[in-house]
Structure formats: C-alpha cells, structure tokens
C-alpha cells in the first residue's frame, strides 16, 4: 500500500507565499513522475506542475512564474513553491505519484489526500 500525504497548505493573504510538502511512503521502488494539481470549487481539476525523476519540469499556464516545484527522490518526496498568491489560486491542492511498487511494477497513479490552500484579498 502507497500513501501520498501533503502539508504545508493554510491561510494566506494575497501576495504572500506558500511551500507545499508531499512525501511517498509504503513499498515504492521507483517514482517516475510526481505531479500537483489542483481543484477549485465548481471547477476542474487542472495541472499546476510535474516533474519526473530525470528533473523535466512542466508548469500549468495559470501559475507559471510564480511557482516552483522540485524534488527529493531519496525521501520521495515533491514541493511546490508558491508566490505572489491571488485569490484565484484558492483551492485543495493535489499530489499525484506515478510509480511502482516491489509487489507490483506496473505503473499506477497514485493521489493524496489534498490540503487546502485559502488565499484572502
């Protein structure tokens, strides 16, 4: 079994920043792609940044150049860097692993539980 547990999301004013944390855990043998996404209420979830194991960076247009993602592969572990935060960026934020486990290599996504990021104007 795979658990995906994000932190670090809260309240914040418009302007300010926010670093999400995402870590991996159970039996994992190789994480090829860790993604965050994110949901706003009565909308879709979309894409906000992916990274994959070899350091290839993508960001969702809404956020590009105000956000950051990196990674730890020995922690398994994903961050994302917010700033310059508007109201528009209110939403739960999603990570997303794409990986494989030592009792079954096929690749499967895997989704945490989602925290909250609140952005007052």
């Known amino acids: 079994q795979v658990q995906l547990v994000e932190s670090g999301g809260g309240l914040v004013q418009a302007g300010g920043s926010l670093r999400l944390s995402c870590v991996a855990s159970?039996?994992?043998?190789?994480?090829?792609?860790m993604d965050w996404y994110r949901q706003a209420p009565g909308k879709q979830r979309e894409l906000v940044a992916s990274?994959?194991?070899?350091?290839?960076?993508n960001y969702g247009e809404s956020v590009k150049g105000r956000v950051s993602v990196s990674r730890d592969n020995a922690k398994n572990a994903v961050f994302l860097q917010l700033n310059g935060l508007k109201s528009d960026d209110t939403a739960v934020y999603y990570c997303?692993?794409?990986?494989?486990?030592?009792?079954?290599?096929?690749?499967?996504?895997?989704w945490g539980q989602g925290t909250q990021v609140t952005v007052s104007s």
């Open positions: 159970g039996r994992i043998l190789n994480i090829n792609v």
């Open positions: 997303r692993a794409t990986l494989n486990t030592i009792v079954d290599q096929r690749l499967q996504s895997v």
């Open positions: 990274i994959n194991s070899g350091g290839n960076i």
